[in-house]
């Protein structure tokens, strides 16, 4: 890499990584890594304590297969498959990464849409400093329910990709969020894809049935990660779209049902919905 940090000769920065923590250089001359790429598999660092032991946490429990549990099973078929974690050492430092299946390997030209789910960001260990951080950055999760976090839309009238950063996110306000954020990523060359809508409907429909049984886990933070294949002229790998959660640093365990993950993905399957 040109800034410095070089990598193993088997991995490559992750080219489609949509949001999330990146490659910096860090205060005391050390790095911080973003995803990594490595075949089928993204490589996600894991984040500083406790977020990154939360998150493994979570992801071998999960797929820890000797145990029965109906919660887990479904988890298994709404989470990037994992495998465990890998170790690299990068510009001296050692990093621990957790090694979870690429969901957009499948497509030819991805389209990805991060959406940040929930009224609440922080968790119930969250400081008074982070609970402000996170109200003010964007106040109207709590009304809204969601947070697009970034998305790329094939355009293949360009052979080109369009990309929103997180600002584009926290632009939208709660009547233009659907129209104006939404909207654009089920865009292709000027045309509504509801194909793609139903079938990603079809797919949230399930993970919000999921949510209105399990009384296990409070995801708070959390993202889900909506793909579908952007070019049309071939017909698809494998599916033509995928939703998946991911993002696990802030998930805790409870014996209630989890509102305010419920409330945000209610609110989001009705504004898609709203499309049609
Ligand atoms: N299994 C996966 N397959 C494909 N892409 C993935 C996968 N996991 C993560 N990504 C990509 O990496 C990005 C960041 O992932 P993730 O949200 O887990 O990281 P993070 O650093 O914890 O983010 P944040 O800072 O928002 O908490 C996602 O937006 C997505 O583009
Ligand atoms: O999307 P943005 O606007 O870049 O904001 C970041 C995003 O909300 C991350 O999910 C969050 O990590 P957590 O979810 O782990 O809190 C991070 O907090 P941090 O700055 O405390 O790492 C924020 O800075």
Excluded at 15 to 36: T, V, Y
Excluded at 49 to 69: A, C, H, Q, W
Aim: proline share 5%; hydrophobic share 35%.
């Amino acid at each position: 890499m040109d800034n410095g940090i070089t990598l193993p000769a088997d991995v490559q920065i992750l080219s489609h990584q949509i949001a999330g923590h990146r490659f910096q250089k860090d205060e005391n001359g050390g790095i911080k890594s973003g995803l990594l790429q490595k075949d089928k598999y993204v490589l996600k660092p894991l984040q500083s304590p406790p977020r990154g032991e939360v998150e493994v946490k979570f992801y071998r429990t999960i797929f820890d297969l000797s145990i029965i549990n109906p919660v887990h099973e479904e988890l298994r078929n709404l989470v990037p498959p994992f495998y465990g974690t890998e170790e690299y050492i990068i510009n001296g430092t050692n990093i621990t990464y957790l090694k979870l299946l690429d969901i957009a390997k499948p497509f030819r030209k991805p389209c990805i849409m991060d959406i940040k789910i929930g009224k609440k960001t922080y968790d119930p260990k969250a400081t008074e400093k982070k609970i402000n951080s996170e109200t003010q950055k964007y106040p109207r999760m709590g009304e809204i329910g969601f947070r697009i976090l970034g998305m790329q839309i094939y355009k293949p009238e360009e052979n080109s990709f369009q990309f929103k950063d997180r600002f584009f996110g926290l632009s939208l306000e709660p009547e233009d969020v659907t129209e104006n954020g939404l909207k654009l990523f089920f865009t292709q060359k000027s045309s509504l894809r509801r194909d793609v809508l139903q079938l990603v409907l079809s797919k949230l429909g399930r993970i919000n049935e999921f949510f209105h049984i399990q009384r296990e886990f409070a995801f708070y933070s959390s993202s889900l990660l909506i793909i579908y294949e952007g070019d049309e002229s071939q017909s698809p790998v494998e599916s033509l779209a995928d939703v998946r959660m991911i993002d696990f640093t802030h998930v805790f365990e409870t014996n209630e049902a989890d509102d305010n993950y419920i409330y945000g993905i209610g609110m989001l399957i009705k504004s898609l919905s709203s499309l049609l």
